[in-house]
């Protein structure tokens, strides 16, 4: 076959395996499978993880700040802090969704203005130049919330604000605030009920827009939160059980307030540690939570979680992985290329026929114009009028 | 009197070789408008020099052919061409006040006969000659009533011209109003000699500088008019209603064609007309100046813009007609006020229009006495030539005046060139009453009162 496809095919398989966790299979006759066989085989091939995978193509996060003012620093530096780690991890940023209050990095009380960071050793600049915030401000509500959730926006609303997901997404939602038995505190204004979160879930199931759904809660009195969720493929965490507080982590003396929670601090020891091939899986992740650190009991259900959190993987949720399937055949994109099968072998002898040539080169739509600057810009046309003018009015005037 | 024209040039030549005055001059706005200033120009030529349009930019509205003009010219040279127009103006001047002192001394005026007896007596003595006689030539004057008046001294005018710290100031900033000024001058004077081809051109030439000199079209023709049938037959032709030489017109038109198609040729489009007489006509650009067209065409609501723009575009050029008509036999007075009109009323005037009237008025010194207002006039001359730049200071640089005071010196400006316009006029009037009819009325103040 022609050697810059090949070429092409073998940078892009190098490249892929270094981009994806996943393996790379090769097909390499196409046309005899049966093309629904392949798909299902394709989905259930999963990122190469041993036993059952999780069969999705695409990862979302949504993550929410629930507070805002500058002594809930350690709010946004928590949802910031997950930010990071999904970016990091290969979620794009036209997959997450991010709700913050973002009234902390230009608060005129920040020491270090245009910062965020969660970490008294301040290590790491959270805020930096290129995060992405879709809803911010007073944006952040409830009913926006349910709205990313269950995909029931106005026509005006742009695709950044929107969860554009499918039934084969893994959708990652954090939400950090303030809460209190079965309701979370949004901006010091309103608040929403565990029942609010579990229906919007059960939409979202009926509407088939996820595939698995990770749930985590990061306030007090966390676990009542996600308590009335009744949807299937949804696992969730939370900081702690009904009737016990979360904690913060520590302070910042020049910042002034807490940075950190315990419970986010402790998994982001752990998920710091991670790569993007990681194999870890969601039940080591839960067994490095100790209670005696956190100084709160986290909460885990994994009631409506067939699969199991022994057979997830981390950036099952946290990760953007993809299977990436390569094929041999090519695709026609203009009318007078010919589509080459894959068992018609084409000898490259280093010169390209004037067929190929044509498909290589094609000429440009548009000409351009190179236009140099003229020093002698009284022409000659211009000159003899002119002249013919003058010579006109003198012979007249002298008649 | 020849010290004063040499001091007028000698001045110019100095503040241009030992000072700098050039370049803020250029930057005041009562000197410099939109249509005439000469850091535009410098622009319009760079940018034609890097093949691009000039007048694409908004910044550049004067004619092609000035363009072309200084675009071949050397940087150097420049300012000693515009000294060279000013004194080519100057002399021009002093010919059109030669022919009107020949005129003047003309003029006649109807005796005025206290009784029957004496004019009998005086009608015997005078019956060859028709002419009075004034004391400068020595014979007795026939008429005590007839007022002494000096012959006009022609190089006077060309000192006023020269002298004059508004001339001084135009030529120094480089404005293009030197061009207008010496285009209507050269035309002018054409036509007092009777030239008809050479004056049209100037006029045509005038006119495609900035708009407004086709006003002067129709005196002129009656001023080529007046000195063709002088010259070839007496006075009978001249006593038709009204007489201008109808060729003009025609030769006027036809030299403006010729010139536009020669822009034409030049620029290669007819885009210029839009951004240099589109400019003049419809004023887009509302830069402060002496007028009085920026500061209502800025708070003006869109709707009414356009019927604001014909009224105060009617307001120059209604009076050509009657004033013409009125005047049909002092085409150069006409010449006169059409300037005070001019630089009155016009969409960006500079105080260069005021030093292009004022030589003509001055050619008609023996008005000064029928007029009322000069006292005024001259101390609002001055005065607002103080103010106007320190009121631009404090509303522009300082910062604490605003537009208002500006605005209210020009109002003042309005008003002197007003007043003047009506005094001078109803001098001429007066003047010619009582040449004429009101022989019994010289000299005397008229009360009339109603019984």
Not at chain 1, 308 to 316: F, P, S
Not at chain 2, 179 to 192: E, I, Q, R
Not at chain 2, 364 to 390: A, D, R, V, W
Request: overall charge neutral; glycine content about 6%.
């Amino acid at each position: 076959m022609n050697f810059l496809n090949w070429l092409v095919l073998v940078l892009g398989a190098a490249s892929a395996t270094n981009a994806a966790g996943g393996a790379i299979r090769v097909v390499e006759d196409m046309r005899g499978l049966d093309r629904a066989a392949l798909a299902a085989d394709f989905l259930s091939a999963g990122a190469g993880s041993s036993g059952g995978g999780s069969g999705h193509t695409n990862n979302w996060a949504v993550l929410v700040c629930t507070s805002r003012f500058w002594f809930n620093y350690r709010h946004i530096a928590n949802t910031l802090s997950m930010y990071r780690t999904v970016k990091r991890l290969g979620i794009p940023d036209s997959n997450i969704i991010l709700m913050l209050a973002d009234d902390v990095a230009c608060n005129p009380r920040n020491h270090f203005p245009a910062t965020v960071y969660n970490n008294a050793g301040r290590y790491l600049d959270l805020y930096g130049s290129n995060i992405e915030v879709d809803y911010r401000g007073y944006e952040v509500t409830v009913e926006n919330f349910i709205r990313v959730l269950t995909g029931r926006h106005e026509e005006h609303v742009p695709r950044s604000k929107r969860l554009l997901t499918d039934d084969r997404s893994n959708i990652l939602i954090f939400m950090t605030g303030h809460g209190g038995k079965e309701f979370l505190k949004f901006q010091d204004a309103e608040e929403i009920g565990s029942h609010d979160i579990a229906d919007a879930i059960a939409q979202m199931f009926e509407k088939k827009r996820y595939n698995e759904i990770f749930f985590m809660i990061d306030t007090c009195q966390a676990a009542s939160l996600y308590k009335q969720i009744y949807s299937p493929n949804v696992l969730a965490a939370a900081s702690s059980l009904t009737g016990q507080s979360s904690y913060s982590h520590h302070h910042d003396m020049e910042i002034g307030t807490a940075v950190i929670d315990r419970w986010t601090y402790s998994n982001l020891e752990t998920l710091e540690k991670l790569e993007r091939q990681d194999k870890n899986t969601l039940a080591n992740l839960f067994k490095t939570y100790d209670s005696s650190v956190i100084l709160s009991d986290p909460g885990i259900r994994t009631d409506l979680f067939p699969r199991g959190i022994e057979n997830a993987l981390v950036t099952d949720f946290f990760g953007g992985v993809q299977t990436t399937e390569l094929t041999l055949e090519m695709y026609k994109t203009s009318e007078k290329q010919k589509v080459l099968p894959a068992d018609v072998k084409v000898e490259f002898d280093g010169r390209l026929s004037s067929a190929q040539k044509d498909t290589l080169l094609e000429k440009p739509r548009y000409k351009l114009k190179v236009v140099l600057p003229q020093t002698y810009l009284i022409n000659v046309p211009f000159v003899l009028c002119f002249g013919l003018l003058l010579t006109g009015v003198v012979v007249a005037g002298s008649v | 009197m020849e010290v004063l024209a040499v001091l007028g040039v000698v001045i110019r030549l100095a503040l241009v070789q030992r000072t700098d005055f050039a370049r803020t001059l250029d930057q005041r706005v009562e000197v410099s408008t939109p249509v005439t200033s000469f850091k535009r120009m410098q622009e319009g030529v760079f940018l034609w020099r890097n093949n691009i349009n000039p007048y694409e930019g908004g910044v550049f509205h004067q004619a092609p052919l000035l363009l072309a003009l200084f675009h071949v010219l050397d940087d150097r040279m420049i300012p000693y061409l515009f000294i060279l127009l000013d004194i080519l103006v100057a002399k021009m001047l002093v010919e059109i006040a030669k022919h009107r002192a020949l005129d003047l001394k003309n003029q006649t005026w109807r005796p005025f006969f206290p009784s029957k007896e004496e004019k009998e007596a005086l009608l015997a003595h005078e019956s060859a000659e028709s002419k009075t006689v004034t004391k400068e030539s020595g014979v007795k004057k026939s008429d005590p009533t007839i007022p002494t008046e000096s012959a006009l001294v022609p190089l006077f005018v060309g000192v006023v011209y020269l002298l004059n710290p508004l001339s001084i100031v135009t030529c120094l900033a480089r404005s293009m109003l030197v061009f207008n000024t010496a285009a209507v001058v050269t035309g002018v004077y054409f036509a007092v000699k009777g030239r008809q081809v050479y004056s049209m051109f100037f006029l045509a030439l005038a006119s495609y500088v900035s708009m407004y000199p086709v006003m002067f079209v129709l005196p002129c023709s009656m001023l080529i008019a007046k000195s063709l049938k002088v010259k070839i037959w007496p006075n009978i032709i001249f006593e038709q209603p009204f007489s201008a030489s109808p060729v003009s017109f025609l030769l006027f038109a036809t030299f403006t064609i010729a010139l536009l198609g020669v822009s034409n040729v030049l620029m290669g489009s007819w885009d210029f007309l839009e951004s240099t007489y589109g400019v003049i006509l419809l004023v887009p650009d509302l830069q402060p100046n002496t007028g009085l067209w920026w500061y209502i065409f800025i708070e003006m609501f869109d709707q009414f813009r356009l019927f604001f723009l014909l009224v105060f575009q009617v307001f120059v050029v209604a009076f050509v007609l009657p004033l013409s008509l009125k005047f049909r036999e002092h085409p150069l007075f006409v010449v006169a006020v059409f300037g005070i009109i001019i630089a009155t009323f016009k969409s960006y005037p500079a105080v260069g229009d005021v030093a292009a009237y004022i030589p003509f008025v001055f050619m008609y010194q023996e008005l000064f006495k029928y007029m009322k207002n000069l006292y005024i006039i001259t101390h609002l001359g001055f005065s607002t030539c103080i103010l106007l730049p320190l009121f631009y200071n404090l509303w522009i640089y300082a910062g604490s005046g605003n537009a208002n005071f500006f605005y209210a010196i020009t109002l003042i400006v309005g008003v002197a060139q007003v007043l003047l316009l009506g005094d001078f006029i109803g001098a001429m009037v007066r003047r010619e009453w009582e040449r004429g009819e009101g022989y019994a009325f010289r000299g005397r103040r008229i009360e009339v009162m109603l019984k």
